[in-house]
T-cell receptor
Framework: GQNIDQPTEMTATEGAIVQINCTYQ??????LFWYQQHAGEAPTFLSY??LDGLEEKGRFSSFLSRSKGYSYLLLKELQMKDSASYLC??????????WGAGTKLIIKP | ETGVTQTPRHLVMGMTNKKSLKCEQH?????MYWYKQSAKKPLELMFV???????ENNSVPSRFSPECPNSSHLFLHLHTLQPEDSALYLC?????????????FGPGTRLTVL
């Protein structure tokens, strides 16, 4: 079967750095997405990786290793507004998105 | 209106009711999706319409019935639902093509079945 694993919940301090991991086992791979979802709101796109390596976008970076079936989302200079759920999703061989259950990130002052 | 809109935002219904959820996308995309989001579970893809043709999903109960009259509008018709169907129902759209196709989500309808 297809599976996306990510931690259920993480806690970090304002101003710090946090890394949210995602491991996947899917039938084929056509890219990995990270989305942010604030409570009661729609998921919004953060990043896309299809090749190995690091993609940087401001305070957020996303890394991919296809050989290891592994990705992480790195958030720097954490702000209170970064408190949200972070969803990892992989596009499989049929170009359908397979979603993880999300990681709830709690930022403390 | 911009992006993806959904109505209603909240819906409470009894098990014998019939209701419909509406989604509209203003992005010129050619694919639309219905997802179910339950607490602490992955997003569950229910239906996909690509170029206005439905991609079947045999795991969705027949009490959920989608309709896509054109590329901008998507409906989810609900009848004789069960309490376990209570969840957040999200609509999304994308420009269907191989490779990168970011999905844009609406705000969702919070459904409660009594």
């Amino acid at each position: 079967g297809q599976n996306i694993d990510q931690p259920t919940e993480m806690t970090a301090t304002e101003g710090a750095i946090v890394q949210i991991n995602c491991t996947y086992q899917t039938s084929g791979f056509n890219g990995l997405f990270w989305y942010q979802q604030h409570a009661g709101e729609a998921p919004t796109f953060l990043s896309y990786n299809v090749l190995d390596g690091l993609e940087e976008k401001g305070r957020f970076s996303s890394f991919l290793s296809r050989s290891k079936g592994y990705s992480y989302l790195l958030l720097k200079e954490l702000q209170m507004k970064d408190s949200a759920s972070y969803l990892c999703a992989v596009k499989d061989s049929n170009y359908q998105l397979i979603w993880g259950a999300g990681t709830k990130l709690i930022i403390k002052p | 209106e911009t992006g993806v809109t959904q109505t209603p935002r909240h819906l409470v219904m009894g098990m014998t009711n019939k209701k419909s959820l509406k989604c509209e996308q203003h992005l010129g995309h050619n694919a639309m999706y219905w997802y179910k989001q339950s607490a602490k579970k992955p997003l569950e893809l229910m239906f996909v319409y690509s170029l206005e043709e439905r991609v079947e999903n045999n795991s969705v109960p027949s009490r959920f019935s989608p309709e896509c009259p054109n590329s901008s509008h998507l409906f989810l018709h609900l009848h004789t639902l069960q309490p376990e169907d209570s969840a957040l129902y999200l609509c999304a759209s994308s420009q269907e093509e191989e490779g990168y196709n970011e999905q844009f989500f609406g705000p969702g309808t919070r459904l409660t079945v009594l």
